[in-house]
Each structure stands twice: as C-alpha cells, then as structure tokens.
C-alpha cells in the first residue's frame, strides 16, 4: 500500500476509535491518550497521525460527514425516476438527523466539536465555513422548486434554507434527549417541509 | 439570615463562579476545584454544597434559567395593554436565544448540561421533564391564538410549538458558531412566527 494510502487509512482507523468513545461515554475529558488506547495503539503512535485533539476531532468529524453525505447521495440515486428539489432537500435534512446508530454518533462528534468552537475561533471558522455552503444548497433546490410553482416565490430562499438547517438542529437535540422519538423528528420536519412546499397546492392545505 | 436563606445564597454564589468559566473559557472538563477555585473557596467548602459536578451543574441551570423566565415576565408585563398569544410566545422564544450575556450563559450551561445528559439517564429525565411543560404552554398559546383567529384551526398546536422549541436551539447554536447575527437569528424566529400566524391575513401573504 502507498505510504500516503496507509497514512490516511491509520487517521480514519484513530477517528472510528474517537467515533466509538463519543457513542459510550462520551467525549467530554477524553484525552488522546483515551483514543489511543481505543484504538489499540501507543500515546506516541497515535501523535504520529495527530498532534492535537482538535486536529483529531476535526478529521473525525469530516470523515463521519462525508461517509453520511456518500449516503444520503446514494438514497437520492435509488430515487425513482429524476429527483425534485423536494425529494432532494428531504433526503439531506432526514440524513443529518440522528435515525440511526452511525448517524447518532456523526451527532455526538458534532456536538463534542461544537462544544470546543464555542470557546475557539480557529474552530468556529470551520464550522462558519461548512454551514453556509450547506444553506447555498438547499437555497439553490428552494429556488429550482419556486420555478417549478412548488414553493411561493416571494419566500426568501436563503431564509427558508437557514430555518431548516436550524430546525434539524434542534430536532437532533431533542432525539438524543429523547424528548421525542426520531420518527416524531421526521413527522415534524415534513410538516415544516409541507409548509414550505405549498405554492401550487402541494401542500397539505 | 436564617440559616436555610444562607445555604440557598452561597449555592447562588457558587452558581455565578460556574457561569464564568462556562462563558470563558468553558466547562468542558472543569472539576469541581476548578469552580471553587473561581468561587474563592476551597473545595471541601464547594462540596458542603454540592456534592457532585452533576448537582451544581443542575443547581447552576436551574438558576440561570429562573433569571431568564424573570426576565421574560417582566418583558411580557411591560407590554402596553393586554399581551396577545403572539405577543407572549414572542416575548419566551426570542428570550430563550442567546442575545445578550446571560442568555449566552444560560444557553452555554444548558449545553454542557446537554453534552452529559446525552450520556446520563439521570440527567437526560430532567430534560425530558422540562421540555415538554414548556411545549403544554406554548401550545396553549396556540390554541388560544386559534379561537382568537390568528392561527389556523387545522394546525397540530403541539407540533407547531415543538417546531418553534426545536427551531430556537437550532438558531442558537448557530448564534455561537457566529453563523449568523443575534439579530438574524430574531428575523429568522420572526420569519417562522409570521407564517404560523396568518389565520386571519395577519401574516404576511
């Protein structure tokens, strides 16, 4: 295996180990030393593929993204037939909610690096990087459904995007508090979903 | 002082310690020392009034979010003539984001409070009972809007007040992240409120 490969390998390896902390116990305290030994490895090897814990928290949390992104592509593609700008922005947004043992964890490593950007600026320009191309998305599909006479056109699209990106958010929170259950998150992102899909009468009213 | 009023005073104090080092630097692996140490204390005192990082935690919570719900009456009571549904959800919702500094504590405290009832059964039942009563009041307010015409009949009142709950942690954390302005965030909670409140052409379309 190239060395390139197998140092990427060994960093994703490190993360699913970091993965399995946040599910059990949780991250809050856990010290590289902790990850190294989930992982099975020494302190020292373990800083061979990360310096710092946030240098580890941020690969682990991207890797979980992507792996989560890859996901919810491949449900758009099993589609039938071309995907609308509704089926679309309904796969991403039920994909970011904690429904599922790995989804939950991609949750928890969010939440563990959320609680460190709050008190870091390095972090939180990461975070402020991500998010705003997320809402870019999800904007362009609500402007793409407003041509198509689904969603009312004086609705502004970049609005709509950030209250669902928000809305998802919260919802999230509250499955893990188990304030309500991940099939009653869903019931309430489609209602705010089939509020906004109402402009040719394709909503529920 | 009686000696009841006293004890309920240096747990307050010891409170305030909490919420600085929740909005500094964080409390992410803060012990019990380390509150002490910012309350001037020493940490057997500390522990003659908590006895657990746990217990303070809930304690400093309870008591942020009981200045909140102050503030919020007070708010609601300032109002000029009798406050509408509207009026008195606005006035809880944009009270629960983080605004100013005590609300970015509060909402910092809740946060840690979340990190580790995700893990914790004990805590996680707190949650759950503190949400719920707070959904029952806003879906008052709902149905009290619906008989007065200013929400639509046909509205599920609990779901749209868990909407709204979900929708404010959502906004906040992305107040923190600096995704988005405090006062974004208000028009964002405007946006939402206006399109559940246009039973009677009283929102905006």
Redesign the interface.
Known sequence: MPKKVDHEARRREISQALWRIAS???L??ASLRDVAAEAGISLGRLQHYFRTKDEMLVFALRYIESLAQQRIRERIEALDGEPTPYDILRACLTGMLPLDEQSRIGF?VG??H??????DPAL?AD??DG??KLRSFFADQLRLAMRRGEV?E?R?AD?AA??L???????S??I?????TPEKAV??LD??LS?LFDGAGAGP?
């Open positions: 059990t116990r949780g809050e305290g928890l939440i563990a959320f609680h460190r950007a709050v008190h939180r975070a402020r998010i705003p009312r004086e502004d609005d950030m209250l990106i928000s809305l998802v958010d919260g919802l929170t509250y893990l508090l188990e304030v309500h019931k309430l209602l705010q509020q009213q």
